[in-house]
């Protein structure tokens, strides 16, 4: 489904900061993904250059087997079948939940309808659905900035489904949230690996969700892939390398 | 229970309604807006297609003053440097004026009025806080009257010149700093007042050492913005005789030299933009 | 040494007459600042003596004004009512002209730099002009009347809001706007609905305050001849009709309060 090959990103030039060096990843169809790292391993980085909000430095990202590049065509298209998910949810406050999930639609029409902010019968069915599939849907008319944290999360998750996606990217979705609330957001997004057959791409810091949640755990540390195997393999060994490896040991290997 | 299809076509139907509602509303609102718009727009003759027969006198005048006689520059600098002196003492002025009128325009510091056996009967009407309202009055007096306005009235009680100018300049923006800060010392931080008053200080104390130094980053940072503001201002006091570089303005355009009154445009902007620049930087370099 | 809490007493103390102590460059500088308050006091015919002078003269002017000529008031209530419709399209007009320009000039929305610097610099030339130099100038091009009033205090003030409009755009939370972009939304797509929403009400706060400054400063265009009461003032003071100018000015503040107590209700309900 997704294919990295030697991607790397170096912020600031090339004497910047190093985010990512040659990480290599593939990715199959439905698969529920947990990327874990410490912060600034670079796991954000990561997600953010499959969808092209960040420009890799280097290498290939190909999605179900064609490159995505940014032609603004082509990423436009790219970015329809790529839902994404944010630590702060990043819904837009004074609009209400239906319409924020309605605004997954987007890519769907061209601009002259968005003008009046209106959207056909097909769309609002579909946003209404992926609601219902999150619980929302009795929240569907309030203002988006009246939901509690977890709400907002899975009104998100709402308007990353509404685009009908082969893909979900979810940047650290429950670093924000408390334990309970957290495991019922993961919850949705491993239901929705499943049922749905979308692949999920999840980013997480917290090693006991990637335990509970995790099918497959690619271990990421200062920006270069250090374990990558079922969650049942995280030893205490590889935890300690992904958690605790020393700066030198990046320099050797980079 | 009710089946997922159902719940959805329930939500649907709900979302036609509000949808309905609202094109309602915003119908209604528009139509007023529009109705408004239209209405006063035939009262004041707004006609967009003068604007296009008006284009060769527009061309007209601009091909008349293109290109700017930059020789006369020479004669703006002193009215140059007299608009920048109006702005910078109207401006002090009103700053010092400033400092005890917002003082008496803000509820918490004003002097309160009381007397004492008929006291609740006198809150209850508010003329305790009669300073108060009474300085409000005159503020907004100050700060609904333009400056330019004060300047008419000025030159002809004391005689063409920058003085007038400096009056009117200082004049209104006493209205508008004092109205300011009397809001910014109503909103300073309530505990800091009363730590304050918990150890025992006086009034006087209090607003010495809790409100002020609390409201002074906003009132200095507002000084600044208002010399820019008197900067432009003092830019056309001239067209009523009081001083600065609108006088050489209205005066070139008066004897159709309108190759220096393209100079002297070019001059104000440059003024109103160098000064702009400065206190963007000053307020920055302030708070 | 002695007791060191002592000594940390007398090092605090001492450090505190030293910050107390005159520097030669606080001096000079406080020296330069005086001399050039008073250079420019000179250059304005400021001092004790002009004051002693001229503000008598001014209260003597305003105490001719009472008691006001209170029919004069047949004669100014249309033009004041203009004044106000004056205040309304030139507002109108500076939003249509100074919100496309402020999105043009707004960082995190127009990529391409020479855009952004030709919007901004426009901008800067709208806001410099004063609205009653554009007055002059729509005035010689469509004639006397309140529509070049308009007009120009339209150009003036798409300025100012254009540029307030782009700071507010600047000013988002950008994650929103990140999670419209990665829906594979359009440009203009993202505008509307990641960014107006975040600024609505701040752009309605905006262009009431505006509104209620665009009647003050409608009321001096008529002194161009551009529309308005400024014209019956002018006239009542350049004859000396003290009494007739005492109503003119009640009526502007009349006017001016009516229309800062309506906006402010408008504000209050728009929280
Ligand atoms: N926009 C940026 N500009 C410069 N450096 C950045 C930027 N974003 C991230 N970085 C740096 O890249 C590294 C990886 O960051 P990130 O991908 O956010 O890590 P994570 O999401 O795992 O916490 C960090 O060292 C961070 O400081
Ligand atoms: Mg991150």
């Known amino acids: ?254 | 229970m009710t089946t997922v299809d159902e719940s959805v076509a329930a939500a649907l139907q709900l979302e036609a309604i509000r949808r309905r509602r609202r094109l309602v509303k915003a119908l209604g609102w528009g139509s007023l807006a529009l109705a408004v718009l239209w209405f006063t727009a035939r009262e004041i003759g707004l006609n967009p297609f003068a604007l296009v027969q008006g284009a060769d006198h527009m061309w007209d005048f601009l091909t008349r003053m293109f290109p700017p006689d930059l020789s006369y520059i020479l004669f703006l600098g002193r009215a140059t440097v007299e608009t920048i002196q109006i702005a910078v003492w109207g401006t002090l002025l009103a700053v010092v004026f400033s400092i005890p009128l917002s003082l008496l325009a803000a509820r918490n510091t004003t002097p309160l009025i009381r007397i004492p056996w008929f006291n609740e009967h006198w809150e209850r009407l508010g003329l305790h806080l009669l300073v108060f309202h009474v300085t409000r009055m005159f503020l907004n007096v100050l700060r609904g009257i333009n400056e330019l306005i004060f300047a008419l009235i000025f030159v002809s009680a004391v005689g063409l010149g920058p003085f007038a100018g400096v009056l009117a300049i200082a004049v209104h923006a006493t209205g508008m700093l004092s109205k300011f800060c009397g809001e910014e010392i109503e909103g300073v931080d309530r505990g800091q007042v009363e730590a304050m008053q918990a150890t025992g200080a006086s009034k006087m104390q209090v607003i010495l050492f809790a409100v002020i130094p609390q409201a002074i980053p906003a009132f200095i940072s507002y000084s600044i913005f208002r010399f820019d503001v008197s900067i432009r201002s003092a830019t056309v006091l001239g067209l009523v005789g009081a001083g600065g570089l609108g006088f050489s303005l209205i005066k070139t355009l008066k004897l159709f030299r309108y190759h220096e009154t393209a100079t002297c445009i070019l001059v104000i902007f440059l003024l109103v933009w160098a000064t702009d620049w400065v206190c963007s930087k000053w307020r920055a370099k302030v708070i | 040494m002695a007791d060191p809490v002592q000594a940390a007493q007398d090092d605090v103390l001492a450090a505190l007459v030293a910050r107390k102590k005159w520097r030669f460059h606080h001096i000079a500088f406080m020296a330069v600042g005086i001399a050039f308050l008073a250079w420019a006091a000179d250059g304005v015919d400021l001092s004790p003596k002009e004051l002693a002078d001229g503000i008598p003269k001014i209260a003597k002017y305003f105490a001719l004004m009472v008691p006001p000529k209170w029919v004069f008031a047949d004669t100014v209530w249309q033009p004041a009512i203009e004044t106000v419709y004056i205040a309304i399209w030139g507002n109108v007009l500076a939003t249509l002209i100074g919100l496309p320009l402020g999105v043009l000039a707004a960082r995190n929305i127009t990529r391409l730099a020479p855009v952004r610097f030709f919007a901004k610099g426009t901008l800067n030339l709208f806001r410099s002009i004063s609205e009653l130099i554009w007055a002059i100038f729509f005035v010689a091009a469509v004639g006397l009347g309140p529509f070049p009033g308009a007009v120009a205090l339209g150009m003036n003030y798409a300025g100012i809001l254009g540029r307030l409009y782009a700071e507010a755009m600047e000013n988002i939370d950008p994650g929103p706007v990140e999670a419209i972009q990665a829906t594979g939304a359009g440009r203009i797509q993202v505008i509307l609905f990641a960014i107006f929403p975040q600024v609505l009400p701040q752009f309605v706060t905006y262009m009431l305050y505006w509104f209620e400054v665009g009647v003050r400063s409608a009321t001096v265009l008529g002194m161009v001849g551009a529309g308005g009461i400024g014209f019956e003032l002018v006239t009542t003071i350049r004859l000396f009709e003290f009494r007739e100018t005492a109503v003119v000015l009640l009526i502007i503040l009349a006017m001016v309060t009516i229309i800062d107590v309506a906006s402010s209700l408008i504000r209050s309900r728009i929280y």
């Open chain 1, 1 to 254: 489904m997704i294919t990295l090959e030697n991607v790397s990103k170096t912020y600031g030039g090339t004497s910047g900061i190093v985010a990512l060096r040659d990480v290599s990843i593939h990715v199959k169809e439905g698969e529920f993904l947990v990327i874990l790292g410490p912060s600034g391993a670079g796991k954000s980085t990561l997600m953010r250059c499959i969808n092209r909000l960040v420009e890799p430095t280097s290498g290939r990202i190909l999605l179900d087997g064609r490159e995505v590049t940014s032609r603004r065509r082509q990423l436009r298209a790219a970015r329809r079948d790529i839902g994404m998910v944010f630590q702060q949810f990043n819904l837009v406050k004074r609009l209400s939940v239906l319409m924020n999930v309605l605004s997954g639609r987007l890519a769907y029409h061209t601009f002259w309808p968005s003008l009046l902010y209106k959207f056909d019968q097909d769309d609002k069915r579909v946003a209404i659905e992926c609601l219902t599939r999150v619980n929302m849907e009795h929240k569907a008319f309030q203002r988006a900035d009246t939901l509690s944290g977890g709400e907002q999360q899975r009104v998100a998750i709402a308007r990353a489904l509404a685009q009908e996606p082969k893909v979900i990217l979810a940047d650290e979705p429950v670093a924000s949230l408390d334990p309970k609330i957290a495991r019922q957001v993961l919850t949705y997004l491993k239901q929705i690996a499943g049922e749905l057959g979308i692949t999920v791409l999840c980013n997480l810091h917290q090693v006991e969700y990637a335990r509970e949640y995790a099918e497959r755990v690619v271990g990421l540390s200062q920006g270069t892939v250090v374990f990558d195997g079922p969650s049942g393999k995280l030893t205490d060994d590889i935890l300690q390398q992904i958690y605790y490896r020393d700066p030198e040991a990046a320099d050797d290997d980079g």
